[in-house]
């Protein structure tokens, strides 16, 4: 168990860019979770897989953003034409599901500042 | 729906004290309940959670936490605080259904006092 892993771990970037963040699932984990947590606030939910299957975005998620699992097993998020507003910690969790509650597991995030 | 309040952004608690952090929570179905603790730069850890069962719940750390129906609460105790548990804890929720999602608060900052 090499635990989740988030890359980069950070990222700076010009208003609108765009860019793209990799989160690398606990192997045998078929659920993954995108978060963002900006700065005095919890974690908000994103989006989240099944799988390869994208099963729910939240509101949140403008149409310049777009998620990614296309193999099941690592995820890409990306933001298009980034704004100040984008600058926030993006966390990634997965799980394993079999039908029973089973914890997230949190890679160590990806900070994104928007300049 | 489901939802936490976390009382208080920031704790103070002088080492040896006893570090108490509220959460209050909203659920329309029973929930389950979990504290996760967050150091700087890093992503989130599991410190204990409840499901079904024994209200009292042991974690990691010496931490615990008491599930209190009555009082919608779920708040974290630990009898003795050390300065390694200074970091950032968020109370969360989720509904039994298989497609809920994790619900988190807001934060509290645990500050320990040498």
């Known amino acids: 168990d090499t635990g989740v892993s988030q890359n980069p771990r950070h990222k700076i970037t010009k208003r609108g860019q765009n860019v793209t963040f990799r989160c690398d699932p606990i192997s045998e984990h078929n659920r993954l979770y995108w978060y963002r947590q900006t700065l005095g606030q919890g974690p908000e939910f994103l989006t989240y897989f099944q799988n390869e299957a994208q099963l729910e975005k939240s509101r949140l998620l403008s149409d310049r953003f777009s998620a990614e699992r296309p193999k099941g097993s690592f995820s890409t998020l990306e933001i298009q034409r980034t704004e100040q507003g984008d600058s926030a910690m993006y966390l990634c969790a997965s799980s394993l599901d079999r039908g029973r509650l089973s914890p997230l597991h949190f890679g160590n995030g990806t900070r994104l500042t928007v300049t | ?114």
């Open chain 2, 1 to 114: 729906a489901q939802s936490v309040t976390q009382l208080g952004s920031h704790v103070s608690v002088s080492e040896g004290a006893l570090v108490l952090l509220r959460c209050n929570y909203s659920s329309s179905v029973p929930p389950y309940l979990f504290w996760y603790v967050q150091y700087p730069n890093q992503g989130l850890q599991l410190l204990l959670k409840y499901t079904t069962g024994a209200t009292l719940v042991k974690g990691i750390n010496g931490f615990e936490a008491e599930f209190k129906k009555s009082e919608t609460s779920f708040h974290l105790t630990k009898p003795s605080a050390h300065m390694s548990d200074a970091a950032e804890y968020f109370c969360a929720v989720r509904g039994m259904n298989r497609d809920d999602k994790i619900i988190f608060g807001k934060g509290t900052r645990l500050h320990i006092l040498p």
